[in-house]
């Protein structure tokens, strides 16, 4: 079955880069895009990035200065680095798989990340 | 951006029928899409394109809307539905979500 799985530090201090692996399973990064969405405790989810299948990548322009998406698909492996971190940046972060018309169709379990020195 | 609003909370009794709102600040066509968020967990697609049920959801969940204005209906709720809601938008660049609307069964 589909599955997604977020991995990295829990902790990051202020001004620090953000490092995050999404492994996936059950389909291919070559057929579906893969999005990361963060949300901080509370509040709603806000879009970060994309992944196309393609190879291509599209950023939210309010992260964009600080956010590179990768991938590596002999490893079925996304990654997520930010830089600049601030306390704001704190949250669950999600990797997510798009269908047809950017639908999330299935979210990895999140990543909880805490920027505090 | 597309600023997307959503009441903050509603109660209701089992078995009730509820609705829950998403209105967006400017046009999404049927770029619009729901998920629900239990506590601790990952959201969930219930509803996408506005009125599409995702596979294997019960067809309590229903969807409707167009353009600005978008609903979200459990009918009948059951006490499992407690949960959040969110609406997520993919018309416009970027994509945005809403605030969520926190379902309480009374």
């Known amino acids: 079955q589909v599955q997604l799985k977020e991995s990295g530090p829990g902790l990051v201090q202020p001004s620090e880069t953000l490092s995050l692996t999404c492994t996936v399973s059950?389909?291919?990064?070559?057929?579906?895009?893969v999005s990361w969405v963060r949300q901080p405790s509370g509040k709603g989810p806000e879009w970060m990035g994309r992944?196309?299948?393609?190879?291509?990548?599209a950023y939210n322009s309010a992260l964009k200065s600080r956010l590179s998406i990768s991938r590596d698909t002999s490893k079925n492996q996304v990654f997520l680095k930010m830089n600049s971190l601030q306390t704001d940046d704190t949250g669950t972060y999600y990797c997510t798989r798009e269908s047809l018309g950017y639908v999330m169709d299935a979210w990895g379990q999140g990543a909880s990340v805490t920027v505090s020195s | 951006d597309t600023v997307l609003t959503q009441s903050p909370a509603l109660a209701v009794s089992p078995g009730e029928r509820v609705t829950i709102s998403c209105r967006a600040s400017e046009s999404v066509s049927t770029g619009m899409h729901w998920y629900q968020q239990k506590p601790g967990q990952q959201p969930k697609l219930l509803i996408y394109?506005?009125?599409n049920l995702e596979s294997g959801v019960p067809a309590r969940f229903s969807g409707s809307g167009s353009g600005t204005d978008f609903t979200l209906t459990i009918d009948p709720v059951e006490a499992d539905d407690t949960a959040t809601y969110f609406c997520q938008q993919s018309w416009n660049d970027p994509n945005t979500f809403g605030a969520g609307t926190k379902l309480e069964l009374k």
């Open positions: 059950g389909f291919s990064l070559t057929s579906y895009s």
């Open positions: 992944m196309w299948y393609d190879g291509d990548t």
């Open positions: 394109g506005a009125s």
